[in-house]
C-alpha cells in the first residue's frame, strides 16, 4: 500500500529544482520551470539516480539522456523490463505535477515493493525520459520518438534551444554528462528494449473533475503536428509608408493566428500559437523587418489534423500576398506526432487495479489530448496510461494542481497494474 | 557654398558611433544602431560639442540632454537665436540620414560661415534633440515636446527603455552627464528659447522621387497617436485546453491587429504596429499568459485620427470579449502628436533658397508623414522644415539613402534659408 505522505513528500522535495511563480503563501504554492537540460534538471536527474540506486536499481543511461533504473525480478529472466515511465523535466511556467508525479509515483512503487520484500517475476523498472514537454527544445516527446525509431538521433541531438540557436540537445547532454553510452532504441541487442510501458499522468483536461470520476484509464492519444512558420518583410517607416508598399509581417503573422483559430473551430479541432518571435531591435514606428510563430493542430483523427493543415496552408499562403508587397513564408514541420492507441491487455491491467480500488464507477475510459512518451513507447512494446483528476482541467499554469488523495489513488493503480501486469 | 565632400564625409565619420546591419561592401553601406543615450549616442553628443565649440559655439545642455550650439551674430543682439536642429539618435534598425543629415548639415552650415567670416545679424546656432526617434524610450520627439511645454518634465524622465524598464530617460541622462542644468523650456528667464527652427531631413516618403524634384518645402505634419495595449491571458495546455476554457491574448492580440488595419484602410488613414511583447517563458504548447503590443495611428487631419482610435477601441473591446473566457484589456497613450502647420514667414525663406537654387519647378511644397521635433518648436517659434529626396522613399531600415548631391543642396537650401531668414 502505497505511503501517501512519503509520496507528497518526495514529490514537492523534487520540486525544490525548479521552483517558479510563487501564487500563493505555502511552501508548495509555487509552479515549476525545470526546462530539460537545465542546471536544475541535472539536480533532478542526480537525485533520480541517487534515490533509485538506494532502491537496488541499476541505472542506465541511453545516447538521448533518457534514464532507466531497473529492479531484478525473481526470475531473474533476460526478458525486457517492465516499465513505469514519465519524464521529470517541465514547461517554463508548469506546474507541480505534469510528468513529475509520475515518475515520484513510480520511485514510491519501488519503496512500497522494497520495504514490503516484494519481488515482481519479471524485472520492473522506471523510465526518465528527456525533453518530453518539447518547451526548451521545440519537438516533444522527441527521446522516446528516437527510442521507439522514428526520428533518426542526429535531428534530435541538433535541436536548437528555441531562444539560443547556439545551444543543442547535444551540447547540453555533453555539457550534463547525459550522453550516454547505450543506443537510444527499442532494439535488443544495441538498445534497451522495454517489456511494457505504464505512464500516471494528471488529465491535463477538465474531464475526470467533471464527471467525478478517480482514474481515467487510457485508451489513446489525440494526434498533432507542430509547425514553425517564418515570415520575410521589410523595415519601413510606419508613418511615412503607405499601406501598398509595406511588406508587413507582423500584419500577416496576425491574419494567420486569427485564420488559424478559424478553420480548427470549423472542423472542431484544435490549432494555437504559443510562441511568437520578434527581433530585438523593433521599434513602435517601424514595420518589423521577420516573424516567427508556432502552430500547435490536433485532433483525434490524423485526417482531421491533416485536413486543418492543409487549410491553413491555403489560408496562410493567400495571406503572405494579399497586403501591400506581400510576405515570404517558410516553414518547417517541427513535431509530427499520430494519434495513438493504447494495448488491450494493459489497459485490462490498469481496469482491474481500477475497479478494485475505486469500483467500477470510480473510473472510465478516456483519450488524452496531450502527447507523451506513451505515444512513442506504444509503438515498440504494450503500452497504456493512468490519469488522475487535475483541478480545473488547468495545466501548463504555475497553479497545475491534483490533490494529495487522487496523487496517491493513482499510484496505487500504477502499482497495482504493474503486478497484474507482471501476472499475466 | 557648401561644401559637398566634407559634408559627406562628417556625415560618415559620425557614423563611426553605431553602425550596424551591413547591406552593402563599402564601407558607409550599413545601417545605423544608436539608439538614445546609449553609449554610441555619448560618443557622438562629444563629438558635436567638440566640433561646434571648435567653430567659436558656445554650448548649453538643458534637462532634457537636448544640446544647444550657439554662434553670436553681429549685432550682439539678446535675442533667440535661430536654430537648425534635429536628432543624432537614430532607429535600432534605422539609416544613415534620417536625423544625422540635419544635424550634421547644420555643422557644415557653420563651417561654410566661418570659413567664409561671414557673420549673421543675429545668433544662429543648432540644436540636437534628445530621443527624438521613441525607438528606446517609446514617446517620440519627447524632449522637444518637453521644450515646448507639452509634457512635464517628469513624465519624460520616467519614461522606462523598451525592453529594459529599469532604465529610464532620466537614468540615462545621469549616467553619461547630460541632466543639464538650464530648464528644458522655451522660456526667456529659465530656459532657451528659440527665435526660429529650421529642420533639414530626408522625406522617408517616396513623393519627392515620384515627382522628380530636389527640394520639398514642408508645410506642416500630419498628426499620430501611440498606443501601448496590453491583454492579460491566462496559461494552458494548447492540447487538453478546449476554445471554450481559453483566456489568449495572443488570439485576442492577432484579431486586434487585423482589425486596426481594417479599420485604417477603411478611414484612409495609417494603423502599425511595430512591436509586439510575449513573455520569454513562453512555448509552443502553452496559452501565453499575457501580451502587449504597440499601435501607431497616423492621418493628416486629427479628427480622422480620433475617428480610427474610436473604432479600433470598440473593437478591441469586443474582440477581448469574443473567444473563450475573454482576455483583460488596458492601454497606455504613449505619445500624442496632433497635426502641425508650419510658419508662413519661415517658409517663404526656404522657397526663395529653393527657387534660386533648383529653380522654382525644382522644389513643391509637401506635408510630413513622420513627426518631427520641429512639431514641438512650432508651438513656441517660427518652424518650417526642408526635405531632400531619399531612395524609394525608404526610411527606418538600414538601406536608408540620400544621395551626395541631394545632401548638399539640402544643405546649400538649409544655409540660405538661415541667410534670408536673418535678413527679415
Ligand atoms: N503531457 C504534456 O503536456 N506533454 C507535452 C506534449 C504536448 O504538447 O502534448
Ligand atoms: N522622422 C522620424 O522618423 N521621426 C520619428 C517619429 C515618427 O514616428 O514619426
Known sequence: KINSERLQETLHYTCQWGAANRYGDKPTETGMSRLALSDDDAQVRRWFRQETERLGC??????????FARRPGALRSSAPMTAMGSHLDTQPRGGRYDGILGVVAAVEVLRTMEENGYQTQ?????????????ARFPKSMVSSAVWAGDIPIENAWALQDIFDPSVTIKSELERHGYLGEVAC???????????????????????????????????????????KFTLAGRNAHTGTTPFEMR????????????????????????????????PIDSSTNTVPSEISFSLD???????VVAAIEHNCLQSFRDIAQEDGAGVDISWTLDTDSPAAMFDKQCISAVEQAASSLVGPDGWLHIASGAGH????????????????????????????????DDCTIGTQVLLDSILNYDRF
Chains 1, 2 share one sequence.
Open 58 to 67: 541499476k541505472v542506465t543511461i541511453d545516447q538521448m539522456g533518457n534514464m
Open 122 to 134: 519479471y524485472d520492473v523498472g522506471i523510465v526518465n525520459w528527456t525533453n518530453e514537454e518539447g
Open 185 to 227: 532504441s527499442a532494439d535488443p541487442v544495441n538498445g534497451y528494449p522495454l517489456g511494457a510501458h505504464f505512464e500516471l499522468h494528471i488529465e491535463q483536461g477538465p474531464i475526470l473533475e467533471q464527471t467525478v470520476k478517480k482514474i481515467g484509464v487510457v485508451t489513446g492519444t489525440q494526434g498533432y503536428r507542430w509547425f
Open 247 to 278: 511588406s508587413d509581417p507582423l500584419l500577416a503573422a496576425s491574419k494567420m493566428i486569427a485564420s488559424s483559430n478559424a478553420i480548427a473551430k470549423k472542423l472542431g479541432g484544435l490549432a494555437s500559437t504559443g510562441v511568437l518571435k520578434m
Open 297 to 303: 493542430i490536433r485532433h483525434p483523427d490524423d485526417r
Open 373 to 404: 512518451d506513451s505515444v512513442g513507447t506504444s509503438k515498440r512494446c504494450p503500452t497504456t496510461m493512468i490519469f488522475v483528476p487535475c483541478k480545473d482541467g488547468v495545466s501548463h499554469h504555475p497553479e497545475e494542481y491534483c490533490s494529495q
